[in-house]
């Protein structure tokens, strides 16, 4: 077996059961020999256990060190992630509709205090008010034809901003809460690849 092996890990894999861990279900293979990357995408890496809790970690430098004691004459590029996250989900269960239902109730509560705080805060009545004797001359405490208004768009604004109606997208460019979900998982991966990986750990023999 010869040729040039093109190795991407991916980033993540997620199973739920104890399981043999094939190449190919850590990496995508290419090569200028099909049936020798066909070959090596059915080799077995890993084996999860029970011992293992819910976070392996797949190097890169292993896969490779391995296929090259056995197949010295292949010659293998690594391209892309460097490690691949394994997340096992042993016991997956479908959430509480008592629990959404108070997480839904905390944060519509808190979303609402944060915003009538806001509006406080600023003196947004004053401002309507102030707004509507600039407009018409008179002086009313409650200028609705403002502030129904005002308060439609807002909403409206929130959902344009998160670009988001229920499951529904406007565009395909990423809310702001999207790119921060993101930055906190790539850093949450960054750590695990790193405390979790056996080439990391002091008592793993070189």
């Known amino acids: 077996m010869d040729g040039i092996i093109y190795l991407r890990m991916k980033r993540h894999l997620e199973i739920r059961n104890p399981m043999e861990i094939k190449l190919k279900d850590v990496a995508h293979l290419t090569s200028n020999s099909p049936q020798t990357a066909t070959n090596l995408e059915e080799l077995r890496i890993y084996r999860i256990t029970e011992k293992d809790k819910e976070i392996v970690i797949i190097d890169s430098f292993l896969i490779i060190k391995h ?22 989900n042993r016991y997956k269960k479908r959430p509480s509709v008592f629990i959404v239902a108070l997480v839904w109730l905390l944060l519509f509560i808190g979303t609402a205090m944060t915003i009538i705080n806001f509006h406080y805060d600023v003196s947004m009545q004053a401002v309507q008010q102030k707004l509507h004797f600039l407009l018409t001359g008179e002086e009313n405490e409650y200028p609705l034809w403002i502030q129904i208004p005002y308060s439609f768009g ?9 670009n988001h109606w229920f499951k529904k997208r406007f565009n395909e460019e990423p809310s702001p809460l999207e790119v921060e979900i993101h930055n906190y998982q790539k850093s949450l991966d960054d750590y695990m690849n790193y405390h979790e990986n056996k080439l990391n750990d002091p008592k793993y023999p070189n």
Do not use: A, C, K, Y
């Open 67 to 88: 296929l090259s004691e056995r197949f010295p004459n292949v010659e293998i590029q690594l391209l892309g992630p460097e490690q691949t996250i394994i997340r096992i």
């Open 154 to 162: 807002l909403g409206v604004g929130m959902i344009l901003f998160f």
